[in-house]
Protein backbone atom coordinates (compact mmCIF):
# COMPACT_ATOMS: atom_id res chain seq x y z
CA UNK A 1 0.00 0.00 0.00
CA UNK A 2 1.38 3.57 -0.68
CA UNK A 3 2.74 5.70 2.24
CA UNK A 4 3.66 8.88 3.10
CA UNK A 5 7.05 7.64 2.40
CA UNK A 6 5.97 6.66 -1.08
CA UNK A 7 4.75 10.24 -2.08
CA UNK A 8 8.01 11.87 -0.72
CA UNK A 9 10.04 9.48 -2.62
CA UNK A 10 7.57 10.78 -5.74
CA UNK A 11 7.70 14.50 -5.06
CA UNK A 12 11.51 13.96 -5.03
CA UNK A 13 11.36 12.41 -8.16
CA UNK A 14 9.38 15.84 -9.45
CA UNK A 15 11.53 18.28 -8.16
CA UNK A 16 15.17 16.97 -9.04
CA UNK A 17 13.93 15.71 -12.23
CA UNK A 18 15.86 18.55 -13.93
CA UNK A 19 18.91 18.72 -11.28
CA UNK A 20 22.36 17.51 -10.65
CA UNK A 21 22.93 16.93 -7.16
CA UNK A 22 26.19 15.59 -5.61
CA UNK A 23 25.73 12.81 -3.81
CA UNK A 24 27.60 10.85 -0.81
CA UNK A 25 27.09 8.27 1.58
CA UNK A 26 27.97 7.27 5.36
CA UNK A 27 30.79 5.25 5.48
CA UNK A 28 30.17 3.97 8.87
CA UNK A 29 26.79 3.70 10.89
CA UNK A 30 25.86 7.33 13.30
CA UNK A 31 23.76 7.53 16.56
CA UNK A 32 21.62 10.35 16.67
CA UNK A 33 23.95 12.29 19.36
CA UNK A 34 27.02 11.90 17.35
CA UNK A 35 28.58 15.00 15.50
CA UNK A 36 31.25 13.37 13.37
CA UNK A 37 30.01 11.62 10.29
CA UNK A 38 32.08 9.15 8.05
CA UNK A 39 32.10 10.08 4.53
CA UNK A 40 31.71 6.81 2.25
CA UNK A 41 33.05 8.95 -1.44
CA UNK A 42 34.74 12.48 -0.06
CA UNK A 43 32.44 14.43 -2.52
CA UNK A 44 34.11 17.95 -2.59
CA UNK A 45 30.97 19.83 -2.14
CA UNK A 46 30.46 18.82 1.31
CA UNK A 47 33.04 21.26 3.20
CA UNK A 48 32.56 24.37 5.58
CA UNK A 49 29.51 25.99 5.35
CA UNK A 50 27.72 23.64 3.56
CA UNK A 51 24.26 22.35 4.08
CA UNK A 52 23.44 18.06 3.66
CA UNK A 53 20.26 16.20 3.58
CA UNK A 54 20.82 12.48 4.95
CA UNK A 55 18.07 9.55 4.95
CA UNK A 56 15.97 7.70 2.88
CA UNK A 57 11.96 7.21 3.12
CA UNK A 58 12.50 4.09 5.29
CA UNK A 59 14.56 5.79 8.19
CA UNK A 60 13.92 9.40 8.04
CA UNK A 61 15.04 12.48 6.60
CA UNK A 62 17.42 14.87 8.53
CA UNK A 63 19.23 18.22 7.52
CA UNK A 64 22.75 18.93 8.53
CA UNK A 65 25.21 21.75 8.76
CA UNK A 66 28.59 21.08 7.58
CA UNK A 67 31.06 22.76 10.63
CA UNK A 68 34.57 21.46 8.96
CA UNK A 69 35.97 19.27 7.02
CA UNK A 70 38.70 16.67 7.35
CA UNK A 71 39.22 14.31 4.75
CA UNK A 72 36.93 11.51 5.09
CA UNK A 73 35.02 13.28 8.43
CA UNK A 74 33.16 16.11 8.38
CA UNK A 75 32.12 17.61 11.72
CA UNK A 76 28.63 18.52 11.39
CA UNK A 77 25.60 20.31 13.46
CA UNK A 78 22.59 17.73 13.71
CA UNK A 79 18.49 18.49 13.30
CA UNK A 80 18.69 21.80 11.41
CA UNK A 81 15.58 23.37 9.75
CA UNK A 82 13.57 21.93 11.94
CA UNK A 83 14.33 18.20 11.31
CA UNK A 84 15.01 15.58 14.21
CA UNK A 85 18.32 13.80 14.56
CA UNK A 86 17.79 10.26 13.61
CA UNK A 87 21.02 7.10 13.85
CA UNK A 88 21.10 6.16 10.54
CA UNK A 89 23.11 3.33 9.14
CA UNK A 90 26.37 2.75 6.93
CA UNK A 91 25.48 3.64 3.29
CA UNK A 92 22.64 5.99 3.96
CA UNK A 93 22.62 8.72 1.11
CA UNK A 94 23.59 12.05 1.54
CA UNK A 95 22.47 14.59 -0.96
CA UNK A 96 24.91 17.54 -1.38
CA UNK A 97 23.02 21.26 -1.17
CA UNK A 98 19.74 20.05 -2.54
CA UNK A 99 17.88 22.83 -3.64
CA UNK A 100 14.76 20.73 -1.21
CA UNK A 101 16.14 18.95 1.30
CA UNK A 102 14.49 15.30 2.52
CA UNK A 103 12.90 17.18 5.38
CA UNK A 104 11.55 20.21 3.87
CA UNK A 105 9.93 17.49 1.35
CA UNK A 106 8.84 15.58 4.02
CA UNK A 107 6.71 18.56 5.77
CA UNK A 108 5.44 19.52 2.33
CA UNK A 109 3.96 16.42 1.63
CA UNK A 110 2.47 16.48 5.03
CA UNK A 111 0.52 20.36 4.45
CA UNK A 112 -0.61 18.79 0.98
CA UNK A 113 -2.45 15.46 2.06
CA UNK A 114 -3.81 18.16 5.70
CA UNK A 115 -5.05 20.89 2.80
CA UNK A 116 -6.80 18.63 0.29
CA UNK A 117 -9.75 20.43 -0.63
CA UNK A 118 -13.50 18.84 0.77
CA UNK A 119 -14.66 17.43 -2.77
CA UNK A 120 -12.16 14.99 -2.08
CA UNK A 121 -12.99 12.67 1.33
CA UNK A 122 -12.00 9.44 2.89
CA UNK A 123 -15.29 6.46 3.08
CA UNK A 124 -16.31 4.42 5.18
CA UNK A 125 -18.64 2.31 6.39
CA UNK A 126 -20.05 1.16 9.53
CA UNK A 127 -23.23 -1.09 10.36
CA UNK A 128 -25.25 -0.25 14.03
CA UNK A 129 -28.00 -2.48 14.84
CA UNK A 130 -31.50 -0.27 15.50
CA UNK A 131 -34.41 -1.29 17.54
CA UNK A 132 -38.09 0.09 17.34
CA UNK A 133 -38.14 1.03 20.29
CA UNK A 134 -36.07 3.89 19.74
CA UNK A 135 -35.06 5.56 16.21
CA UNK A 136 -31.79 6.87 17.58
CA UNK A 137 -28.97 4.83 18.78
CA UNK A 138 -24.92 5.92 19.44
CA UNK A 139 -22.80 6.06 16.42
CA UNK A 140 -19.18 5.96 16.45
CA UNK A 141 -17.22 7.41 13.98
CA UNK A 142 -14.95 9.96 16.10
CA UNK A 143 -12.14 7.96 14.58
CA UNK A 144 -13.00 9.32 11.32
CA UNK A 145 -15.14 12.50 11.62
CA UNK A 146 -18.31 13.29 9.33
CA UNK A 147 -19.04 15.33 6.33
CA UNK A 148 -22.04 13.46 4.79
CA UNK A 149 -23.62 9.88 4.17
CA UNK A 150 -23.38 8.24 0.68
CA UNK A 151 -25.92 5.42 1.48
CA UNK A 152 -27.42 4.02 4.07
CA UNK A 153 -29.19 0.50 3.80
CA UNK A 154 -31.23 -1.50 6.00
CA UNK A 155 -31.17 -5.26 6.37
CA UNK A 156 -34.01 -7.19 4.30
CA UNK A 157 -37.33 -7.83 5.99
CA UNK A 158 -37.19 -11.33 4.78
CA UNK A 159 -34.53 -13.79 3.53
CA UNK A 160 -36.00 -13.33 -0.10
CA UNK A 161 -35.53 -9.69 0.14
CA UNK A 162 -32.24 -7.82 -0.42
CA UNK A 163 -30.51 -4.95 1.43
CA UNK A 164 -32.94 -1.72 0.66
CA UNK A 165 -32.32 2.12 1.23
CA UNK A 166 -32.61 3.33 4.47
CA UNK A 167 -33.96 7.44 5.49
CA UNK A 168 -31.37 8.01 8.17
CA UNK A 169 -29.91 11.59 9.39
CA UNK A 170 -26.56 11.67 11.45
CA UNK A 171 -25.96 14.39 13.96
CA UNK A 172 -22.27 15.23 15.09
CA UNK A 173 -23.27 17.32 18.25
CA UNK A 174 -24.96 14.83 20.21
CA UNK A 175 -25.37 14.94 23.81
CA UNK A 176 -22.76 12.76 24.95
CA UNK A 177 -24.97 11.72 27.79
CA UNK A 178 -27.33 9.82 26.11
CA UNK A 179 -24.64 9.18 22.76
CA UNK A 180 -21.49 8.52 23.94
CA UNK A 181 -19.50 9.19 20.71
CA UNK A 182 -21.20 12.64 20.55
CA UNK A 183 -22.30 11.42 17.12
CA UNK A 184 -25.84 9.82 16.66
CA UNK A 185 -27.63 8.22 14.16
CA UNK A 186 -31.95 8.63 13.52
CA UNK A 187 -33.52 6.46 10.96
CA UNK A 188 -36.35 8.72 9.63
CA UNK A 189 -38.77 5.92 9.12
CA UNK A 190 -41.02 3.33 11.06
CA UNK A 191 -39.35 0.24 12.17
CA UNK A 192 -41.15 -3.04 11.87
CA UNK A 193 -38.39 -5.06 13.37
CA UNK A 194 -34.63 -4.51 14.76
CA UNK A 195 -32.76 -3.87 11.68
CA UNK A 196 -29.09 -3.76 10.88
CA UNK A 197 -28.29 -0.15 9.61
CA UNK A 198 -25.16 -0.22 7.15
CA UNK A 199 -24.11 3.33 6.38
CA UNK A 200 -21.14 4.42 3.76
CA UNK A 201 -20.04 8.05 4.75
CA UNK A 202 -17.79 10.76 3.73
CA UNK A 203 -15.65 12.36 6.17
CA UNK A 204 -12.23 14.35 5.97
CA UNK A 205 -9.01 11.82 5.36
CA UNK A 206 -7.70 11.36 8.77
CA UNK A 207 -4.07 13.03 8.86
CA UNK A 208 -3.90 13.10 12.49
CA UNK A 209 -0.34 11.25 11.93
CA UNK A 210 1.41 11.12 9.09
CA UNK A 211 4.61 9.20 9.78
CA UNK A 212 7.02 7.86 6.68
CA UNK A 213 5.74 4.09 7.08
CA UNK A 214 1.73 5.86 7.71
CA UNK A 215 -0.13 4.31 5.27
CA UNK A 216 -2.36 6.81 2.63
CA UNK A 217 -4.90 3.97 2.11
CA UNK A 218 -5.52 2.23 5.28
CA UNK A 219 -4.47 5.08 7.57
CA UNK A 220 -5.36 8.06 5.77
CA UNK A 221 -8.39 6.36 3.80
CA UNK A 222 -7.32 7.83 0.87
CA UNK A 223 -8.85 5.77 -2.15
CA UNK A 224 -5.72 4.20 -3.72
CA UNK A 225 -6.41 6.49 -7.30
CA UNK A 226 -5.56 9.12 -5.28
CA UNK A 227 -1.87 8.02 -4.57
CA UNK A 228 -0.35 10.34 -6.37
CA UNK A 229 -1.77 13.76 -5.46
CA UNK A 230 -0.06 14.51 -2.35
CA UNK A 231 3.46 14.73 -4.54
CA UNK A 232 1.99 16.83 -7.13
CA UNK A 233 0.70 19.15 -4.42
CA UNK A 234 3.96 18.86 -1.93
CA UNK A 235 6.29 19.81 -5.48
CA UNK A 236 4.17 22.48 -6.75
CA UNK A 237 3.89 24.01 -3.26
CA UNK A 238 7.45 24.17 -2.78
CA UNK A 239 8.07 25.33 -6.62
CA UNK A 240 5.83 27.98 -5.75
CA UNK A 241 7.43 29.16 -2.96
CA UNK A 242 10.27 29.26 -4.51
CA UNK A 243 9.71 30.35 -8.01
CA UNK A 244 10.97 34.05 -6.93
CA UNK A 245 14.76 33.19 -6.30
CA UNK A 246 16.79 32.77 -9.64
CA UNK A 247 16.82 29.07 -11.27
CA UNK A 248 20.73 28.42 -9.77
CA UNK A 249 23.10 26.42 -12.17
CA UNK A 250 22.28 23.01 -10.67
CA UNK A 251 19.06 23.02 -13.38
CA UNK A 252 20.98 23.80 -16.19
CA UNK A 253 23.45 20.96 -15.42
CA UNK A 254 26.36 23.56 -14.69
CA UNK A 255 26.66 24.07 -18.50
CA UNK A 256 25.15 27.36 -19.43
CA UNK A 257 26.44 30.60 -18.33
CA UNK A 258 23.93 32.79 -15.70
CA UNK A 259 23.39 34.99 -18.55
CA UNK A 260 21.26 32.20 -20.14
CA UNK A 261 19.24 31.32 -17.14
CA UNK A 262 16.03 32.27 -17.44
CA UNK A 263 14.29 32.77 -14.44
CA UNK A 264 11.04 32.68 -15.91
CA UNK A 265 11.96 28.39 -16.33
CA UNK A 266 11.36 27.46 -12.39
CA UNK A 267 7.85 29.95 -12.81
CA UNK A 268 6.49 27.63 -15.34
CA UNK A 269 7.19 24.23 -14.25
CA UNK A 270 5.64 25.51 -10.84
CA UNK A 271 2.83 26.48 -13.23
CA UNK A 272 2.75 23.06 -14.83
CA UNK A 273 2.83 21.48 -11.98
CA UNK A 274 0.04 23.22 -10.22
CA UNK A 275 -2.10 22.20 -13.62
CA UNK A 276 -1.34 18.76 -12.89
CA UNK A 277 -2.48 19.09 -9.68
CA UNK A 278 -5.32 21.10 -10.22
CA UNK A 279 -6.41 18.62 -13.12
CA UNK A 280 -6.20 15.51 -11.18
CA UNK A 281 -8.39 17.10 -8.03
CA UNK A 282 -10.53 17.61 -10.35
CA UNK A 283 -10.40 14.14 -12.22
CA UNK A 284 -11.00 12.36 -8.75
CA UNK A 285 -13.79 15.13 -7.61
CA UNK A 286 -15.69 13.90 -10.73
CA UNK A 287 -15.11 10.61 -9.63
CA UNK A 288 -16.53 10.26 -6.73
CA UNK A 289 -19.54 12.35 -8.05
CA UNK A 290 -20.23 9.78 -10.97
CA UNK A 291 -19.78 6.62 -7.84
CA UNK A 292 -22.41 8.42 -5.17
CA UNK A 293 -23.75 11.29 -7.14
CA UNK A 294 -25.69 13.20 -5.01
CA UNK A 295 -25.35 13.62 -1.16
CA UNK A 296 -28.02 11.77 0.95
CA UNK A 297 -28.81 14.72 2.17
CA UNK A 298 -29.87 16.67 -1.19
CA UNK A 299 -27.13 18.35 -1.48
CA UNK A 300 -24.29 18.21 -4.33
CA UNK A 301 -20.36 18.87 -4.14
CA UNK A 302 -18.22 21.14 -6.28
CA UNK A 303 -16.07 18.78 -8.48
CA UNK A 304 -13.74 21.76 -8.79
CA UNK A 305 -10.55 21.76 -7.18
CA UNK A 306 -9.34 24.34 -4.26
CA UNK A 307 -5.47 24.82 -5.33
CA UNK A 308 -2.91 24.78 -2.59
CA UNK A 309 -1.44 28.10 -3.14
Not at 20 to 47: C, P
Not at 151 to 173: C, F, G, M, T
Request: proline share 3%; aromatic share 8%; net charge negative.
Amino acid sequence: MPTIGDSVTRAKRLLHSNTRTEFDALDAEILAAATTINLKYQTDGIRAGSYISVGDATQGYETMYVHSRNGEYATVMRAVDGSTAVAFTIGTLIEVEPRFTGHQILEAVRDAVRSLPPNLYGISTLETTVATTGSAVNFDISSTGYLHVLQALRSPRSQRDRWIKANVKIYSDSNTTDFASGYSLVVQEGLEKDVTIRVTYAHPFVDGTLDLDTDLVTTVKMQSQMQDIPALGAAASLMLADESTRLDLHAAGDSRGDAALNAGDRTQYSRNLQFQFDRRVSQEARRLMALYGVRADGATSSVFPTTIR
